[in-house]
T-cell receptor
């Protein structure tokens, strides 16, 4: 298996633009997590899905952020409009199920908002 | 609210030294604790996972211990090598009875540099 796939790996955009980050989970994994990593705050959970259903989105910073998982093999995290303070590395991680403990992380998307 | 702290934030050692990384958490009601490694510009790789009922886990030169009652975990690296240079992150999974879901709560990590 190729592991968790994220795209793009790097994104540079201007303030106000829409940004869409993509994640393809490991086949057979039913839980998917979006994390954000910054120097100031470390790694923080934004939202997670179980069987394509959002379970906990309490970490989503504000309404500018939205996440979808239309099927078991694809998820998106969208920021609209983007702001410079959104600059961070965004990680997608997946696990076999909500009862399974090991999460497998993708390589991350480094987002820079100018 | 669960908080995870890792000390020190950075550590430099010469090759061959044995070293200990520390992790503390404020709420002892955890389901498990996990140690990850992160290389610059890369994602996280799981190293060891300790269930709340366990005291330690070992993998090669790595040994992780857990003292749930005191809210502490250590990662012991034996005979360190330059290839061990990375950031090591500790993460706890809250007990499902206390917090719904499987979200991990991370420390900010210890950046290790092993010189040859």
């Amino acid at each position: 298996d190729a592991g968790v796939i994220q795209s793009p790996r790097h994104e540079v955009t201007e303030m106000g633009q829409e940004v869409t980050l993509r994640c393809k989970p490991i086949s057979g994994h039913n839980s998917l997590f979006w994390y954000r990593q910054t120097m100031m705050r470390g790694l923080e959970l934004l939202i997670y899905f179980n069987n394509n259903v959002p379970i906990d989105d309490s970490g989503m910073p504000e309404d500018r952020f939205s996440a979808k998982m239309p099927n078991a093999s694809f998820s998106t995290l969208k920021i609209q409009p983007s702001e410079p303070r959104d600059s961070a590395v965004y990680f997608c991680a997946t696990a076999v199920s909500s009862g399974t403990d090991t999460q497998y992380f993708g390589p991350g998307t480094r987002l820079t908002v100018l | 609210k669960q908080e995870v702290t890792q000390i020190p934030a950075a550590l430099s050692v010469p090759e061959g030294e044995n070293l200990v990384l520390n992790c503390s958490f404020t709420d002892s009601a955890i389901y498990n604790l996990q140690w990850f490694r992160q290389d610059p510009g890369k994602g996280l790789t799981s190293l060891l996972l300790i269930q709340s009922s366990q005291r330690e886990q070992t993998s090669g030169r790595l040994n992780a211990s857990l003292d749930k009652s005191s809210g502490r975990s250590t990662l012991y690296i034996a005979a360190s090598q330059p290839g061990d240079s990375a950031t090591y992150l500790c993460a706890v999974r809250p007990h499902p009875a206390n917090q719904a879901g499987t979200a991990l709560i991370f420390g900010k990590g210890t950046t290790l540099s092993v010189s040859s």
